[in-house]
């Protein structure tokens, strides 16, 4: 499952908040409670890169993540710029 945090404003009362969601879902204004905003921005989460130590994790959101992202470690990297490879080529199964 794709995972998102969302960025959102409310054009309401002019406040900013972020959410993460499996989607790019509509938001409520935390201040004003004004209903379904959409997100300005979506920043993909689905795969991210963590530091452990001297080594790089490459973890995934796996398709059976609902509510949470339930990241998997599934490869380690010696070096941030081979994960990221790893990362963007798509080399994940
Ligand atoms: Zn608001």
Redesign the pocket.
């Known amino acids: 499952m794709a995972w998102y945090l969302n960025h959102y404003h409310?054009d309401?009362?002019d406040?900013e908040w972020e959410d993460d969601w499996s989607c790019c879902c509509d938001d409520d204004?935390p201040?004003?409670g004004?209903r379904h905003w959409s997100p300005h921005e979506s920043e993909d989460l689905t795969e991210v890169i963590e530091q452990d130590g001297d080594e790089f994790v490459v973890l995934v959101s796996p398709e059976t993540a609902e509510h949470y992202p339930e990241y998997k470690a599934v490869a380690r990297f010696p070096s941030e710029a081979a994960a990221h490879r790893f990362v963007v080529d798509g080399e994940l199964t």
């Open positions: 409310c309401s009362c406040t204004c201040a004003s004004s």
